[in-house]
Structures are given as structure tokens and as C-alpha cells.
């Protein structure tokens, strides 16, 4: 996490091919020991480097700058997760997931998870299973929904892209119970009874069940917001 003046630095040399040390001033506010002490941090951290004069941005430093803008303001950016839908028994059942964890702690759907950079989106599931299930398949992608869950006065809690993987009769002995949370095979039907109960699952992500269950996909929104109400931390 950079201090604010770090990331006003940064905007600056990230607009420049490098800046000398009395251009990569950020403001008349800063005295000059404040402002040697947070470039020398900068360097530190591996996020500049000094080369004929100059300073700028090294790799690190550059993938640090993607998370502020222009101005080095902070900027909130996607999350980008993995919902793993997996069956077995020519999908009579689905493997269902009851969290341990806030957000949401209590409420059961699937297995979800973030995906790490790099990773690709088959790899990602994968990981998440064996990680909270102890069980392994190979997953295809079926499709992405956006999520935008707010409290009921407004404030975001989570702003998610997830990308449904689909996977059936995975192999491995499955973890019943974890730090993750708790899992087990049910009828597919009975992950929308479970649904209906939870604050945090939106109409699309049950379309796309729907259509994982017929086979059939389907034209529909991206995009949904969800009012969460005051009980969505209480559990269940």
C-alpha cells in the first residue's frame, strides 16, 4: 500500500520517460526531506529505478501504478473470480458449499474463488477444487456475470466478475469440512431451495445454473445488482 505522496510520485514519472529528482516533485505542501524520504522508499521498494539522472518506473513499479490513476488517487478495480459448478451422476447431483467465512458466512451455494494473475480461468477451478474439495476435474467455461452487491444504505461490498466453470465427475476423496467451509453432494434441484435463502445470489447466476442443468445456453443480462439488507454478515 503506498502513502499518498508515493502515489502522486508515481503518477508523475508513470506520465514522463523518466523524471529527474526536482520533476518528480508532487507538490509545494511537501517539504523536501518529506518528499527525499518517500522517493527514496520508492526505491526501496523496487518500484523506481535511477538510471543517467532520471527516474522511473521499473516493472514492479508499473504493475503497482495499475491499481491509481492519473493523479495517484486509488482507484477500486474488478475482482475477477471462479464459480465451479460440478455434477456427477449424469448431473443428478451438484456439489454444494456452505461457507465458513464473511462475507456471507453461513449461506450455501458453490465453490467460488479468485483467480490469481496469470491463471487461466480452467486452471483457477481447478485449483479451487482440489484447494476446498480434495477433488479433481477438468472444467470447460460456460460464461461470466458481473455482480455489484450493496448494502441497503448504498455502500459497496463487492463488485465481481465471475466466469461459471463447468466440470462433471470429478475424482478424488471429497472434504467434507475446512477452513473454507463445508462440502457435500446433493440433488441438483436442491441448490435453488438453498438460494432462496441467501442475501448474496442474484437471478443470473440461477439463469446460468438452469442452463448448466438443461444443457442449453442462453441469451441474458451480464449485469445485476444485489441489495444484501442488514443480515449479511449474521450467517445462518
Not at 518528480?24 to 523506481?48: F, M, S, T
Not at 464459480?83 to 458449499?97: A, G, M, S, Y
Not at 462475507?103 to 485449483?127: D, H, M
Not at 463487492?158 to 467434507?176: F, H, K, N, S, W
Request: glycine content about 8%; overall charge negative.
Amino acid at each position: 500500500m503506498l502513502s499518498e505522496i508515493q502515489a502522486k510520485i508515481l503518477a508523475l514519472i508513470s506520465r514522463s520517460d523518466g523524471l529527474r529528482y526536482s520533476e518528480a516533485y508532487p507538490g509545494e505542501e511537501i517539504d523536501d526531506d518529506l518528499y527525499n524520504y518517500h522517493l527514496q522508499e520508492l526505491v526501496k521498494k523496487g518500484l523506481l529505478s535511477k538510471n543517467n539522472g532520471k527516474h522511473d518506473l521499473t516493472d514492479e513499479g508499473v504493475r503497482e501504478n495499475i491499481y491509481y490513476d492519473s493523479l495517484g488517487l486509488k482507484q477500486d478495480v474488478f475482482r475477477l473470480s471462479v464459480v465451479l459448478v460440478v455434477t456427477r451422476k449424469n448431473k443428478e447431483e451438484i456439489l454444494i458449499h456452505k461457507r465458513s467465512r464473511q462475507p456471507y458466512k453461513g449461506e450455501v451455494s458453490t465453490i467460488s474463488g479468485k483467480v490469481r494473475n496469470g491463471e487461466k480461468l480452467a486452471e483457477a477451478a481447478k485449483r479451487k477444487l482440489l484447494e476446498e474439495a480434495g477433488l479433481t476435474a477438468d472444467f470447460e467455461h460456460w460464461g461470466n456475470f458481473r455482480s455489484i452487491r450493496k448494502t441497503t444504505d448504498g455502500k459497496i461490498i463487492e463488485d465481481t466478475i465471475y466466469c461459471v466453470c463447468v466440470a462433471r465427475d470429478p475424482t478424488g476423496q471429497l472434504i467434507e469440512k475446512n477452513e473454507f467451509g463445508e462440502n457435500r453432494w446433493e440433488k441438483f434441484d436442491s441448490i435453488f431451495e438453498h438460494w432462496g435463502k441467501n442475501v448474496a445470489t442474484g437471478e443470473i447466476e440461477k439463469k446460468i445454473l438452469k442452463e448448466i442443468k438443461d444443457g442449453k445456453k442462453q441469451e441474458r443480462e451480464f449485469e445485476e445488482e444485489i441489495i444484501l439488507g442488514e443480515n449479511y454478515r449474521s450467517g445462518s
